[in-house]
């Protein structure tokens, strides 16, 4: 790995932990650089996020951008009639970048070029299976709002109790 994927990596790590924990107000250019500590003797500093990203909004759309792509990926890789489980598999395995892509989701940030960028995977997404696009966008906005709540501390239980959801949800719809 090359210093500027190290670094990029470490921004990225650090900035999903804060905005996940946190929310975006949380995530300062500041702490961003500084709460990862040095990366391969590296002195992180603000100026990597501007010299990498152009900016820390950039740097969040980044973010939000590789997590979609995560995710359309492990989804679109299975059969239809399992794709729920997938869909619980991935936020489980992943509870901090769910809690990001959500904060991102609910945010003002979804605008423009990203926008359109996440159409087009939720369309690819939906295009893969059988189930027709109206219950499959229904079943992910359903998960998501389920998330969020989560996430803003609406549910007791939090994550957890969002994993609890789907996995009833997949239990008693999809097997």
């Known amino acids: 790995m090359t210093n500027e994927h190290l670094v990029r990596r470490a921004l990225m790590d650090n900035a999903i932990r804060?905005?996940?924990?946190?929310?975006?107000?949380?995530?300062?250019?500041?702490?961003?650089?500084?709460s990862g500590g040095d990366v391969e003797n590296i002195k992180m500093n603000v100026v990597y996020i501007y010299r990498l990203y152009g900016s820390k909004d950039r740097l969040f759309d980044s973010i939000f951008e590789m997590i979609e792509e995560?995710?359309?990926?492990?989804?679109?890789?299975?059969s239809s009639l399992y794709f729920m489980t997938v869909v619980y598999d991935f936020w489980k395995n992943n509870p901090l970048w769910?809690?990001?892509y959500v904060r991102y989701l609910y945010s003002h940030r979804l605008v423009g070029e990203?926008?359109?960028?996440?159409?087009?995977?939720?369309?690819?997404?939906?295009?893969?299976?059988?189930?027709?696009?109206?219950?499959t966008e229904m079943i992910l906005t359903t998960l998501l709002d389920a998330a969020y709540k989560a996430?803003?501390?609406?549910t007791e239980g939090g994550f957890d109790s969002l994993c609890d959801v789907v996995k009833e949800y997949t239990a008693g719809h999809l097997r």
């Not at 995560?70 to 299975?78: D, I, L, N």
């Not at 990203?114 to 219950?135: C, D, G, I, Q, R």
């Open 98 to 100: 769910c809690k990001y």
């Open 151 to 154: 996430v803003t501390a609406k």
């Open 114 to 135: 990203t926008l359109s960028k996440h159409n087009a995977n939720m369309e690819k997404l939906t295009a893969k299976f059988t189930v027709k696009k109206p219950v």
């Open 18 to 34: 804060l905005v996940a924990d946190g929310g975006f107000e949380n995530a300062t250019t500041n702490t961003i650089t500084y």
């Open 70 to 78: 995560q995710f359309v990926g492990a989804v679109s890789a299975e």
